[in-house]
Nanobody, 124 residues
């Protein structure tokens, strides 16, 4: 059984930073495309980044480009989302997700496995 777990959320002031982590049991993340999503209350889920291990590439939504960075630690088998310059509009629940098939390109990924989410609140 595959389980993803996010951690690292919390409350931060505008302009602050947080680093989220995504770990997994049942699969090794280093072989899988991992995406970060968020969903704010009353809003649709938003894809923030997609990190394809097969293609060694990461793409970002315009809303977070230049502020958020997804990275991997293959030794710890962890995917990180470094979030800098946080804004109140970044307040949301944040999720990591993977396709059930390894080595999938971001353009073809279908996200079958999801974590439970971690809450990020940006407020003065």
């Amino acid at each position: 059984q595959v389980q993803l777990v996010e951690s690292g959320g919390g409350m931060v002031q505008p302009g602050g930073s947080l680093r989220l982590s995504c770990t997994a049991s049942g699969i090794s993340l280093k072989f899988y495309t991992v995406a970060w999503f968020r969903q704010a209350p009353g809003k649709e889920r938003e894809l923030l980044s997609c990190d394809s291990s097969a293609y060694n590439s990461t793409s970002y939504a315009d809303s977070v480009k230049g502020r958020f960075t997804s990275s991997r630690d293959n030794v710890k088998d962890t995917v990180w989302l470094q979030m800098n310059g946080l804004k109140p509009e970044d307040t949301a629940d944040y999720f990591c997700a993977t396709d059930h098939v390894p080595l999938v390109a971001c353009s073809k990924a279908e996200y079958d496995y999801w974590g439970q989410g971690t809450q990020v609140t940006v407020s003065a």
